[in-house]
């Protein structure tokens, strides 16, 4: 009989643990860049832990705003927050590298699908000097093509973005002029062109208007059959953004914090336009009477993140972390605390 109460005991300890763990639900919200594969990251991880992850898809600047206002429990950028805006903030932020992506240029030019840019080019259509397809600039490093005599349409992103940070960040390392007439930002001025809302809104200018061109994630070309460009190097070699290219991007060396730019990397098979994503989130969680649950919750989805989600990165078109760099988030990911006690052993 006492055997028998025991099991019962700890059958229904088990179940209350299950039910707490069905009950803890993290908000997040932030670039559209990795929401692809937060959609399915997050999905896999509430069947495995009956944790909801609930993500919201609104662009990198609306995540690092919602996580100053601390109305998520974590942001998450494409672009690494500025020393002014970490000035900004209540308490320390953390960021955390979750998987490296690349920003495409896709186009649509009817019965076109295989196209060469320069990086002068590029700076050029986004400057709105060249203004058609046929242009002798676009012909002299694609003379396999008939080019059509088509208005270009440019695309760019409508809401603060990450993906637009790391674009623009592109254009000032390569173009002086972009640099003293648009800059670099989650938000610019965009000289030409039309905007759309999300990676997702960009895929759809492109694929519903004959001669537009935007800069989306390679994973919205992916799935929306865009053609996109094999883009010049900065070893001259014109590469598409593979998950080789993209890996060998960032072949680099990157800071603890691991805030940095690998957009025109030297590396010779490096695609120029890749960057790294992160979540982002406090560095003491004990605020606005969040429970000790629902920190601990949220260290163990980001080591979750850091390791065992990466094997489904390259098959969702996104690169994996490299090893050193998986190294660098695990001391960031175990300097979480709950009222100065480390989360994680």
């Known amino acids: 009989m006492r055997k028998w109460w025991v099991a019962l005991f700890f059958l229904v300890f088990l179940s209350s643990l299950s039910w ?3 009950k803890i639900t993290l908000l997040g919200a932030g670039a559209t860049f990795p929401y692809p594969l937060y959609s399915k990251w997050f999905d896999v991880y509430y069947k495995k832990t009956g944790i909801k992850v609930n993500y919201q898809a609104i662009g990198s600047g609306g995540g690092i705003r919602q996580l100053l206002a601390r109305t998520v ?7 690494p927050m500025s020393d002014k805006e970490l000035a900004r903030a209540p308490a320390k932020i953390l960021h955390i590298p979750t998987a490296l992506g690349a920003v495409a240029i896709g186009f649509n030019i009817p019965g076109i699908k295989d196209l060469r840019l320069t990086p002068q080019v590029l700076v050029d259509i986004y400057l709105g000097k060249i203004r058609y397809w046929d242009h002798q600039d676009i012909a002299r490093v694609n003379p396999q093509l ?7 349409m440019v695309a760019y992103r409508s809401d603060g973005s990450g993906t637009t940070y790391v674009f623009t960040d592109y254009l000032c390392k390569i173009s002086e002029e972009w640099c003293q007439k648009v800059g670099r930002g989650k938000a610019v001025r965009w000289p030409v062109g039309m905007g759309g809302k999300g990676n997702a809104g960009v895929a759809g200018l492109i694929r519903q208007i004959p ?14 059959h865009i053609p996109v460009a094999a883009l010049q190097n900065k070893a001259g070699r014109f590469i598409k953004p593979t998950l080789k290219a993209i890996s060998a991007a960032a072949n680099v060396e990157i800071p603890d914090d691991t805030r940095c730019s690998i957009t025109n990397t030297a590396a010779p098979d490096g695609y120029p336009i890749s960057a790294f994503t992160w979540i982002i ?15 601990k919750a949220l260290a163990n989805l980001l080591w979750w993140c850091i390791h065992e989600a990466q094997e489904m990165n390259e098959s969702l078109l996104y690169g994996r972390l490299p090893e050193k760099v998986v190294s660098k988030a695990e001391k960031i990911v175990k300097s979480m605390a709950y009222k100065g006690k480390p989360l994680l052993p």
Request: charge should be negative.
């Open 20 to 22: 707490a763990g069905s």
């Open 281 to 295: 989130v406090y560095q003491e969680q004990a605020y606005k009477g969040r429970s000790y649950e629902k920190a």
């Open 146 to 152: 008939k080019l059509p005599h088509l208005p270009i």
């Open 73 to 79: 429990d974590f942001g998450a950028s494409d672009a």
């Open 211 to 224: 001669g537009c061109i935007g800069y989306i994630e390679i994973a919205y070309a992916e799935q929306n």
